[in-house]
């Protein structure tokens, strides 16, 4: 039910101070024309009818005279009462003037106090957003309807009698105005002028890359990966698909081994061989070309790679065994430490451990600082040795033997193979379904192979990632390594002939020798670019006489890096990864170096001599051995 109808009526009132003023002119002029008609008929002349007629002159002048006073005194009572007419008028206007003005706020009063009577009560707003069902509330409207000034818009408001919505509180309650046409028009317009200065910019930029050829829009290296192993990447991603790429195109500097596969907008470059550290390398890819042609361009882009850091072992008779994270400069910190660390071995995130203790070999596998240990499973109660790792494969292999060993029972140098992860179990080498004792053997760089040779002297691979069997490679002394990127093993036959083993076709060719030729060498460590060779000088009677560590470069030029006297001994020469720098280590005085009474023997007292091979300059000199850099363990 409404309320609109005991609303008590309200005259018109006005305003403001202009209606003000004309009702109060128009109230004077009225007045005064109602005192006019007054006075007109008060000074109409009567007959006197009970005086006597008077003498017509005297009777004439005398009423002249008194016609004359009778005017002025009547026109100065009819200007005061005109003045106080109109004084009266205004006051009266002004009084009900002010009368109405306080009856208007009255009645305003009044009918807040009935909308506020009425209305619902407000909401408070949660802190989420709320749904509440409602219903309408019949009888109550949800605000008083306002007094408009225009009676069309105040009669609709009366009449609006329309149930509570709650979707429709705010819009009731604050009732937005119209939109301008002329404020849309401008919003439109300024849209369409926004929208078409965006296509102008791409356009721009289309027709500025078809102008400017392709372009580098990313670049992917693992520069820290590069330096550790062989086969990492950069990768070229253009900001358009390129026409064909062909390797000759690709250049590199400083030079390294690569090979090219460029396909849609990318360009990808292999490093065959791992990069040098601390050295900024620069790729450039030049006359590449769109898809679509237009001009040609140079893509080109440098990285720098990080300073290297290796692992060394550091034995203690009188203490703790210690494997040490090392840079060139020979700061290390310790990240694994054990009473009897009989070898280890290192990947580009992990370490393996092999750890002596009473009942027989542990093998770890941990992070490279030392956490997350985790042991692997072994073939049985035994001794671990000769360990070794292949990354690309995600393998650890090892030589086995029973610790419960005898002339008929017990497996004894046994090569096993088993996943880094440790979910598998351990896989033990066959040839011809026998299990086969191994005397020296290697994984083959960047791949999941194992080339042996056994008891019996037979050169054998096999590759633990296929099922394609073993494959003989003949008989064979020894194997002195592996080439990264190439394949190529560098072995001894029988006869003592070195050859360089291709291990893909099995075709063989001989070492070349040095220049100048420095004899044969007990040792050879093949490094990208050249190799490593351990020779040892003899007197005529036989007797070694001193030993060295020569460089021999692809073309056959040597250069010593190392060499000791007969008193001191050469265990072992690697290269790092690259062939940067040279591993040598020695055993000093070896007359009063005693041995320790580990599974692999080595003298208490050892040296790790870091060298750079371009210069010949030794760098630093380290207390320990096994290098990470080093494939195998030193065999003296």
Sequence with gaps: MSTDDERPEVPAVPQTRAEMRAAREAAEAAEAERIDRALATHHEPEPAGDQPPADAGETSARDAAAHEAAEREAAAREAAAREAAVREAGDREIAEQEAAARKMAAFEAAAREDAEATALPSVP??????????VPVAGAPLSAAPIAEDPEA????????????????DARSAPEPAPDPATSRRFLVTLVAVLGILVLVGAGFGIVSLLQGP?????QVDAAQAIETSGSRVILTANQALADIDPEQVTVEPAVPFTVDASGRGVGVRFTVPLDDSTK????????TGVGGGPSTTLTTSFET????TFILRRDVEGKDKIFLTDLKGDGVAVYEHDKINDFRATSNQLVVAVEEDEGSRLLVMDRDGGNQRELKLPGDGYVGAIQVSERGGLVG??????????????????VTQSLNGKDDPQIIEVADKEASVFVWQFVPDSAAVLFIDFDGALSLVDRSTDAGVQSLGLAATIQGISRGTYTAIVERLDGAVVELNLADGTEEPLAA???????????TPFPGGTLRHVVSRDDAGLPIGQAVIRVDDDGKATPLVEVSSADSI????????GQYAAVAIAPDLASNPYDGMLLPLPENVETHLIDMESGKEMVALTGFDVSWCQTAPRF
């Excluded at 390398?281 to 590449?288: F, I, L, P, S």
């Excluded at 990080?306 to 850091?309: D, R, T, V």
Aim: charged fraction near 20%; include cysteine.
């Design 306 to 309: 990080p300073a290297s850091h």
């Design 281 to 288: 390398y620069t790729v450039r890819v030049a006359d590449v």
């Design 154 to 169: 105040a009669a609709a408001s009366e009449t609006r009698d329309e149930p509570f919505d709650p979707a429709d509180t």
């Design 514 to 524: 040095s220049d100048p030729d420095y004899g044969t060498a007990s040792s050879i």
């Design 571 to 578: 265990l072992q020469a690697c290269a790092s990864p690259s």
């Design 215 to 219: 372009r580098i829009s990313e670049v």
């Design 125 to 134: 707003v949660a802190v989420e957003p709320v749904v509440v069902g409602a």
């Design 398 to 415: 090892y030589s086995y033997s029973d610790k419960e060993l005898s002339d008929t029972a017990g497996r004894a140098s046994v090569l």
